[in-house]
């Protein structure tokens, strides 16, 4: 069975905030139906993923996952090891940040190639923020603010594993910004913080609330 989570946005590194995503982080463990499912972090849409990965190695480890993490420095130098990590995989958790750069590290290192491999035989893939829009065909994201080259939200394109266009981290405010960037009558998901989508063989499953609902935005 093909899985994908795909995570709105929730705190899973501030210590001076509340964890968000547990509810969350319980339920991917449970759909890789494994004793110590192998967890894979990646981290390369943000400057800090050293860190990012040391909280949410805690986590993990906690739901009696053994974690791995992978490492920029490999990405760029040691192809064979990155395919190795991805290839004994049980989850692979794609985090958020800056969605342009993450695509572009994808990309160039043709980390997409081996992320649909590893989709095709099974492997549970959770997109986080950032990570939520490359597995989907497209996100609206702050990119391009981030970068100082726009002062609006623009939609990115992802590599389409997931054949939906999403926005995380929801709010209504959005919304209106949602339909001025649609380009034709589309169907877009609004994934609010504490909220993700559960998608199984390309269907919905099911949707994991907190405190709001996924709101679906149509032109």
């Known amino acids: 069975m093909k899985q994908c989570i795909l995570i709105g946005g929730g705190n899973t590194t501030n210590p001076n905030n509340p964890y968000e995503t547990e509810h969350i982080d319980k339920r991917i463990v449970e759909?890789?139906?494994?004793?110590?499912?192998?967890?894979?972090?990646?981290?390369?849409?943000?400057?800090?993923?050293?860190?990012?990965?040391?909280?949410?190695?805690?986590?993990?480890?906690?739901?009696?996952?053994?974690?791995?993490?992978l490492k920029k420095n490999n990405v760029i130098h040691n192809p064979k090891i990155v395919e190795e990590k991805i290839n004994n995989a049980d989850i692979i958790y794609i985090d958020g940040g800056d969605t342009l750069k993450l695509l572009d590290y994808v990309k160039k290192y043709s980390i997409d190639i081996l992320l649909k491999k590893a989709y095709e035989k099974g492997t549970i893939l959770v997109g986080k923020s950032a990570g939520a829009i490359l597995l989907s065909k497209a996100g609206l994201s702050d990119s391009y603010i981030l970068?100082?080259?726009?002062?609006?939200?623009?939609?990115?394109?992802?590599?389409?594993?997931?054949?939906?266009?999403?926005?995380?981290?929801?709010?209504?405010?959005?919304q209106s910004i949602i339909k001025d960037k649609l380009k034709k009558k589309e169907i877009v998901y609004g994934i609010p913080n504490q909220t993700a989508l559960v998608i199984k063989d390309h269907i919905i499953d099911k949707i994991e609330i907190e405190n709001e609902q996924v709101k679906i935005i149509e032109r």
């Open 31 to 69: 759909l890789a139906n494994k004793e110590q499912p192998i967890f894979l972090y990646i981290g390369l849409a943000n400057s800090y993923a050293d860190s990012r990965y040391d909280h949410i190695k805690k986590i993990f480890q906690n739901l009696k996952c053994q974690t791995q993490y």
């Open 147 to 174: 970068r100082g080259e726009k002062s609006t939200y623009e939609f990115v394109e992802g590599l389409n594993i997931e054949s939906i266009i999403i926005c995380p981290h929801y709010t209504k405010e959005k």
